[in-house]
């Protein structure tokens, strides 16, 4: 939601006072004071894993009999604003909340997130995977702890990759090259292209050399050479009959085309697995007919982004000291290896992925290859926003007659719009 120019000053101004509480807060509570008192905890996951959270939270509370945690489970699409809207007003928000990896810069900066560092929330960080971590800091402070870390892939469907007699795709070249004997041998299209998310065009963009901004030398890269070969591939995989696309229901129209086998492969995250199985091609007896490997390479390489969550902890909190253990616990090797065996989630610390147990699951097979290829995406406040411009270029390139390179200039014009202080 957009809001007004009062509004926004307003917010600034909260904003500016919620930072100055923080600072002193969280002086005050960095390791002093008693793990005691109400911690409220806004919970963001989906319906299938906040089960899960609630008995964690509720274990905590077993660890420590001071404290009780207030769980609090908040839709995923409604969190954002109405963390905004709690923090802004200075009333109703959470103690610590599940925050989605783009959204900590922005919180951080409007003065809403308490810092960590040196405070007991930040256990080992020596123990966590560098691209998790890093969407945690915003100038040169840490305002989140990785709890969990995702990326995507491509699902393929085994038999009929088999039956065509073709490999799984290494390179979208590659795919292309074999859509029409995959087609021609199993009436499947070779690829479900998702047109209607933005995150989707990374793994184009990436495999082009290229990412949407330079944040070092405030530059905005997205219309480069290797953003028009990004909406460029994209197209010709349409256009040329190795993909199908629709630009407003890609996410269900997707996963279902892939469950009947109507297309051989689909770039997709972790939070499909349980979906995928859910189709005739892959359900009951037929679960191993499902592969997951790294997205295809580009021209220029071969990456997806990186996505997963976080737990943040308000700056202004009335009980920093339990919200920072609790924080702790949330993100604990521990609970990783739980959620991992439980939910099939994928941890952010290296030594949860040593353990035998969490190596053998399932999802940390089909996963840790593309993880270990993911790509840190700009850590700025203004992250989520970058993201409908791309749409737009998406829709216009894929179904409105819009040009790649045509695309990628408007695309940077908005961009630096957004960007005031990028060229």
């Known amino acids: 939601m957009r809001r007004g120019i009062g509004a926004t000053a307003v917010a600034a101004a909260l904003a500016l006072a919620a930072t100055a509480c923080s600072a002193s807060g969280a002086e005050d509570g960095a390791g002093s004071g008693k793990v005691e008192g109400t911690v409220t905890f806004w919970d963001t996951s989906n319906d299938?894993?906040?089960?899960?959270?609630?008995?964690?939270?509720?274990?905590?509370?077993?660890?420590?009999?001071?404290?009780?945690?207030?769980?609090?489970?908040?839709?995923?699409?409604?969190?954002?604003?109405?963390?905004?809207?709690?923090?802004?007003g200075n009333s109703g928000a959470p103690d610590v909340m599940r925050t989605e990896v783009a959204w900590v810069a922005?919180?951080?900066?409007?003065g809403y997130l308490a810092p960590l560092d040196g405070t007991p929330a930040l256990e080992d960080t020596g123990d966590q995977?560098?691209?998790?971590?890093?969407?945690?800091?915003?100038?040169?402070k840490t305002y989140a702890v990785p709890q969990v870390t995702d990326t995507l892939a491509l699902f393929y469907n085994k038999r009929l990759l088999k039956k065509a007699g073709v490999g799984v795709p290494g390179s979208f070249a590659e795919?292309?090259?074999?859509?029409?004997?995959?087609?021609?041998?199993?009436?499947?299209?070779?690829?479900?292209?998702?047109?209607?998310?933005?995150?989707?065009?990374?793994?184009?963009?990436?495999?082009?050399?290229?990412?949407?901004?330079?944040?070092?030398?405030?530059?905005i890269t997205v219309d480069d050479a290797p953003g028009v070969e990004a909406f460029r591939t994209m197209k010709d995989l349409v256009d040329s009959g190795a993909a199908v696309t629709d630009s407003s229901d890609g996410q269900a129209g997707g996963l279902r085309a892939f469950q009947e086998g109507k297309v051989a492969t689909i770039v997709d995250g972790p939070w499909d697995i349980a979906g995928a199985r859910q189709g005739k091609e892959f359900k009951g007896e037929l679960k191993d007919n499902l592969g997951v490997a790294p997205v295809p390479a580009g021209t220029k390489g071969q990456g997806s982004p990186q996505g997963g969550w976080n737990l943040s902890v308000y700056a202004g909190?009335?009980?920093?000291?339990?919200?920072?253990?609790?924080?702790?616990?949330?993100?604990?090797a521990e609970v990783q290896k739980r959620t991992t065996r439980e939910l099939s989630l994928l941890p952010t610390r290296p030594s949860v992925y040593a353990d035998p147990e969490v190596r053998d699951?399932?999802?940390?097979?089909?996963?840790?290859?593309?993880?270990?290829?993911?790509?840190?995406?700009?850590?700025?406040?203004?992250?989520?926003?970058?993201?409908?411009?791309?749409?737009?270029?998406?829709?216009?390139?894929?179904?409105?007659?819009?040009?790649?390179?045509?695309?990628?200039?408007?695309?940077?014009?908005?961009?630096?719009?957004?960007?005031?202080?990028y060229r």
């Open 48 to 88: 299938a894993e906040k089960g899960v959270y609630k008995k964690i939270a509720e274990d905590f509370e077993k660890r420590h009999p001071k404290v009780d945690v207030e769980y609090v489970h908040v839709n995923f699409g409604d969190a954002n604003q109405k963390f905004k809207n709690a923090a802004g």
């Open 361 to 421: 699951n399932e999802m940390v097979k089909f996963f840790e290859p593309a993880v270990d290829k993911a790509v840190q995406r700009p850590w700025i406040p203004e992250g989520n926003s970058l993201f409908e411009p791309i749409r737009v270029g998406m829709d216009g390139v894929l179904s409105g007659g819009r040009s790649p390179s045509a695309a990628a200039k408007k695309t940077g014009e908005e961009f630096r719009k957004l960007l005031k202080d």
């Open 317 to 332: 909190s009335k009980n920093l000291r339990a919200a920072q253990e609790f924080a702790k616990y949330m993100g604990s």
């Open 175 to 219: 795919l292309k090259k074999n859509a029409p004997k995959i087609k021609k041998r199993t009436g499947a299209t070779a690829l479900y292209l998702r047109g209607d998310d933005p995150y989707w065009f990374l793994p184009y963009l990436y495999g082009a050399g290229g990412d949407l901004l330079d944040p070092g030398r405030k530059r």
């Open 129 to 140: 995977l560098k691209t998790a971590a890093g969407s945690t800091r915003y100038k040169g």
């Open 106 to 110: 922005d919180f951080a900066r409007l």
